[in-house]
Nanobody, 116 residues
Framework: QVQLVESGGGLVQAGGSLRLTCAAS????????MGWYRQAPGKQRELVAT???????NYADSVKGRFTISRDNAKDTTYLRMNSLKPEDTAVYYC??????????WGKGTLVTVSS
């Protein structure tokens, strides 16, 4: 089993920054891919950024150049640095661990609110 706990969300003004943290515990494998997703009120959950075991990254167009995903395998922790935040970034942010054979685990999310 895997447990994922997100932290670092909060209220920030537009233009500000936050760093989200996803702490993983349990049966973590170095080959697991990690990702951040978000869900705004009334909208579907969407991909924000992913990072694979070889540290290759992928970003949604809406966050490219503003957000950075990184991971520390020694600490089983994944980060999302968010700069130049916009009101439209307001959402619950979820951490996801993706393993082969379609196995995935999700955290419970952390709320990010960006005021204008």
């Amino acid at each position: 089993q895997v447990q994922l706990v997100e932290s670092g969300g909060g209220l920030v003004q537009a233009g500000g920054s936050l760093r989200l943290t996803c702490a993983a515990s349990g049966d973590i494998f170095v080959l697991d891919a990690m990702g951040w997703y978000r869900q705004a009120p009334g909208k579907q959950r969407e991909l924000v950024a992913t990072i694979s075991s070889d540290d290759s990254t992928n970003y949604a167009d809406s966050v490219k150049g503003r957000f950075t995903i990184s991971r520390d395998n020694a600490k089983d922790t994944t980060y999302l640095r968010m700069n130049s935040l916009k009101p439209e970034d307001t959402a619950v942010y979820y951490c996801k661990l993706q393993r082969g054979y379609g196995i995935a685990y999700w955290g419970k999310g952390t709320l990010v609110t960006v005021s204008s």
